[in-house]
């Protein structure tokens, strides 16, 4: 993978054609040039996502939930989410509102959102997994890797799927895919 893959990846938005026109040795100096830019601008904020998780520890859920859906946008508390951890961040995750989680978990790898998933409450998992599949299927898929077989059914339960044989198939989700197609002819 290349750095200008990495650094996409890193940020889900899209390089600018024009830097994979540049040799391998500009597009890593651009590379590293956008990740001190980065790093420059959000030092700090590691400490801030620790602080306020340390905070909101003393503050009831029913006076956080509506200040976080209101003021604090989904990148910001996914940050703090990570500091807290799976078990604090499931308490919040049980009582936000479906967009709101949905768009916060975007900022979260798979494998905490599946731990997520898997402590939360059956009936709001199993909402939120609806609306990622019917919203962002592929990131449901992303998660479902790391899911407990419990969540897994649901998932499979759920999904339509993409023909066999399809491109996509072989792309990153083949292997659940697979495993999906396996469950629900069960």
Request: proline share 4%; glycine share 2%; net charge negative.
């Amino acid at each position: 993978m290349s750095e200008l893959e990495k650094l996409l990846a890193w940020s889900n938005l899209p390089v600018p054609g024009v830097l994979h026109q540049l040799p391998l040795h500009q597009q890593q100096e651009v590379a590293l040039w956008a990740k001190t830019i980065v790093s420059h601008n959000t030092e700090g904020l590691d400490d801030l996502y620790n602080a306020i998780s340390m905070i909101v520890k003393y503050i009831p859920n029913f006076l956080v939930i509506p200040l976080m859906v209101e003021h604090i946008r989904p990148r910001i508390a996914a940050g703090v989410c990570i500091k807290m951890g799976v078990e604090q961040a499931t308490g919040y995750a049980n009582d936000l509102p479906l967009e709101y989680f949905s768009d916060v978990s975007k900022h979260l790898d798979a494998t905490m959102m599946a731990e997520i998933l898997q402590k939360m409450k059956k009936q709001t998992a199993e909402k939120f997994i609806h609306h990622e599949l019917k919203h962002h299927q592929n990131r449901i898929l992303d998660i479902a890797q790391h899911l407990d077989q419990r969540l897994l059914e649901i998932v499979a339960k759920l999904v339509t799927l993409p023909e066999e044989n399809n491109e996509h198939d072989s792309q990153t989700h083949r292997t659940i895919i697979e495993k999906i197609r396996v469950m629900q002819e069960n």
